[in-house]
């Protein structure tokens, strides 16, 4: 199962900043494995309410549902430690860095398997956190597994990432094909999506397999949650909109229940949380699409260059060139320059910044 990979500019800048090539520096607080096109895209941006809640539910146990380079996973072991908690993680294609942190960690159980898989033999835990694949089927039968493998009638404490834009009301796939074609959106693979607008467009943040349309029913993750919410009246759903929106739910008959509510309450759709998340989507979309226009523009150039350069070696243009210079002596088309190789020569030579020095020493 392949990720997809995402904004390749971006990470070239985050790479010239790594090496200094810039003016000004990455902030600490961003700079994470499973992060390198600086998307915010991994739980640990969410990591204090995450721990907040996991401490006032007491929790001792918990699973983490696509780990992918272990960011949260690590945070979740600092956590874990001195509470003597215990941490698993279930990932399909877990990288590199999460096989590392297993290594070097023989108290996180890693579970190389779908959730689907893992989920039906894994005892029940505390808490969970559902961040694999994004998709309405998906998260359904994962939180049907958990519910199902509770004893009475409670609930774990569950937090969900992606119950926001993108993927609050469109599902995207890492692995269309285990996903029953029934049960299945239509998709447009490597789709590029833009806040506002419901249908993938080029030049948009580009996912592997997301949905042809955004809304509507049994698309999306925050609609997962909200149907399995739906189905009893005591479960609750707070949704923190930041970083792609973090969703936790769980059941009022669970002793935290106040206690967690009182917790969330600021925080629970703060509208301006959520006006900030917007603001940070739509930039994080905007600097894709010109990333996006500037390669399409230095692709273009350098089909012109090749063309001036063939131009310059050729008989022709040289053939040209004089029979330019002959029309304008005998004076036809003078208001026209003559196209020559000298021009040809400063047009591939300058930069912008030169041409604008040039201009400033005439
Ligand atoms: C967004 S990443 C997880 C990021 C991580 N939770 C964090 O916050 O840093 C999604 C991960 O889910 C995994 N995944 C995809 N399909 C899955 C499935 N059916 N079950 C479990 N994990 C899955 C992918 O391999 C990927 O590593």
């Known amino acids: 199962m392949e990720r997809v990979q995402l904004n390749l500019g971006t990470e070239a800048t985050v790479r010239a900043l790594q090496r200094g090539e810039l003016p000004w520096?990455?902030?600490?607080?961003?700079?994470?494995?499973?992060?390198?096109?600086?998307?915010?895209?991994?739980l640990i941006n969410n990591a204090e309410v995450m721990v907040s809640c996991l401490e006032i539910a007491g929790a001792r146990s918990v699973v983490e549902v696509g780990a992918y380079a272990g960011d949260l996973t690590r945070f979740l072991l600092g956590w874990a430690a001195p509470a003597g908690a215990q941490v698993?993680?279930?990932?399909?294609?877990?990288q590199d860095e999460l096989v590392r942190l297993s290594e070097r960690h023989p108290e996180l159980e890693l579970f190389r398997a779908t959730s689907h898989e893992a989920l039906r033999e894994m005892s029940h835990a505390d808490a969970y956190v559902i961040d694999g694949d994004h998709n309405y089927y998906t998260v359904s039968e994962e939180l049907r597994l958990i519910a199902e493998r509770q004893p009475d009638s409670g609930l774990p404490l569950l937090m969900l990432h992606d119950v926001g834009w993108p993927h609050a009301r469109r599902d995207d796939y890492f692995a269309p094909e285990l996903v029953p074609d029934a049960h299945r959106q239509p998709t447009i693979e490597g789709g590029g999506l833009f806040p506002g607008l419901s249908q993938p467009h080029?030049?948009?943040?580009?996912?592997?397999?997301?949905?042809?349309?955004?809304?509507?029913?049994?698309?999306?993750?925050?609609t997962a949650v909200e149907d399995f919410v739906a189905a009893d009246p005591k479960r609750v759903l707070a949704v923190v909109p930041s970083f792609f929106g973090l969703g936790i739910v769980w059941h009022l008959d669970a002793a935290y229940a106040k206690p967690l509510a009182q917790a969330l309450a600021p925080l629970d759709r703060n509208p301006v949380i959520?006006?900030?998340?917007a603001n940070r989507v739509f930039h994080l979309a905007s600097v894709h699409h010109?990333?996006?226009?500037?390669?399409?523009?230095?692709?273009?150039?350098?089909?012109?260059?090749?063309?001036?350069?063939?131009?310059?070696v050729s008989s022709s243009f040289r053939l040209a060139e004089s029979l330019s210079r002959l029309r304008h002596r005998a004076g036809i088309a003078t208001e026209q320059p003559i196209v020559g190789k000298q021009e040809i020569l400063r047009a591939l030579e300058s930069k912008p910044n030169q041409r604008r020095g040039d201009r400033r020493k005439t």
Do not use: M
């Open 25 to 42: 520096t990455l902030h600490s607080a961003c700079d994470f494995a499973s992060d390198p096109g600086q998307w915010g895209a991994s």
């Open 290 to 312: 010109q990333l996006t226009e500037v390669a399409a523009a230095h692709e273009r150039l350098g089909r012109q260059e090749a063309v001036l350069k063939r131009l310059l």
């Open 88 to 94: 698993s993680a279930i990932d399909p294609a877990p």
């Open 274 to 277: 959520a006006r900030l998340e």
């Open 202 to 222: 080029p030049g948009g943040l580009p996912y592997k397999w997301p949905a042809a349309r955004e809304g509507g029913p049994r698309n999306g993750v925050l």
